[in-house]
């Protein structure tokens, strides 16, 4: 099978790890490149925990440190969620290695180069790092083949009554994005949260290491997740990865999709012309609205092994 390559970028952070731990699982895709942005914690910690995620897989992918704050705007970590060590308090060990010297956006760019228009690019944080990229090297665009995104939503909002955490850090980057030209992918809220393990699922993967980790650094925000009424723990980042390896398992539309940056109310909202009667010029997104949770719970469950 020739698989896909894929670069990530996140912010990992709880359900990032769990995004990474897939990915390297997938035969039908190829890591080529790690970056990290802050977002759910600081730089030094999302960097450092992609390192140890690594060191967990005993992979060697490159991991390059990206920006330390979004592109206009004051940073805001989300440690209310995912703990100050962005692991849910599970404090790992110091990594074997060190991050690359190259920042995000070069290394982005130079992997492009290598991949006649078939690099796939998934972001599952603040998507600060490849705006910076797509502002900084303006032939990108055509070297990449989609931006896979965790972040906005249709209809609603997590951060705010409208808009989602990733898009609301930095509002700014995600326009750029939308307004790229490179066709998103976008894995908004309606879906993630139909991505999520139920306590009996979490509790089924501490038969391995991986797995014991990963239900310690997640089970403090099942308890969050379970209190405001979803189901379970919504491993929101995971659907961009699968939706690359499963396109399959995914329900969605071709949809316009752009980002309020001005007004303080509904900052960060993910304008979308799915459910409108006026359309917007282009459809420039697919947007997954269904997700085949099984399958879900099957990958994660096979990556933890
Ligand atoms: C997104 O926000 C972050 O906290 C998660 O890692 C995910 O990427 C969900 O809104
Ligand atoms: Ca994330």
Redesign the pocket.
């Known amino acids: 099978m020739n698989r896909l390559p894929v670069w990530i970028d996140g912010?990992p952070?709880v359900?990032?790890a769990a995004a990474i731990f897939v990915a390297h699982d997938r035969e039908e895709l190829q890591i080529v490149g790690i970056s990290a942005v802050a977002?759910?914690a600081p730089l030094d910690i999302t960097t450092k925990n992609a390192l140890c995620l690594c060191d967990m897989m005993q992979a060697d992918y490159p991991v390059y440190r990206g920006a330390s704050g979004p592109l206009m705007r004051a940073y805001e970590d989300?440690a209310d969620?995912?703990g100050a060590d962005g692991m849910g308090g599970t404090n790992l060990p110091a990594p074997k290695r060190s991050a690359e010297t190259q920042s995000a956006w070069d290394a982005l760019y130079e992997e492009a180069k290598k991949h006649d228009g078939k690099l796939e690019v998934v972001a599952?944080?603040p998507l600060t790092n490849i705006a910076l990229a797509l502002s900084k090297y303006p032939d990108l665009k055509n070297l990449i083949h989609r931006i896979a995104i965790?972040g906005g939503s249709v209809t609603r909002g997590?951060r705010t009554p409208c808009a989602?955490?990733?898009i609301f850090a930095d509002p700014d980057a995600a326009q750029i994005v939308f307004r790229s030209g490179v066709k998103v992918v976008m894995c908004p809220?309606e879906v993630?949260e139909q991505a999520y393990l139920t306590a009996q699922e979490l509790e089924a993967l501490r038969t391995t290491e991986k797995g014991e980790f990963y239900y310690q650094a997640s089970k403090h925000i099942l308890a969050k997740n379970l209190e405001a009424g979803h189901e379970g723990f919504c491993i929101?980042?995971v659907c961009p990865v699968l939706y690359l390896a499963r396109e399959d398992i995914f329900k969605g539309e071709d949809a316009g999709v752009f980002v309020e940056t001005q007004s303080n109310l509904t900052l960060g909202k993910t304008v979308c012309d799915l459910y409108s009667d006026k359309q917007f010029d282009v459809k420039n997104t697919f947007v997954a609205l269904e997700i085949d949770r099984e399958a879900f719970v099957e990958a994660v469950s096979r990556a933890m092994k």
């Open positions: 912010d952070g359900d990032d977002g759910n989300g969620f995912h599952m944080g965790m997590n989602e955490y990733n809220l993630t929101h980042d």
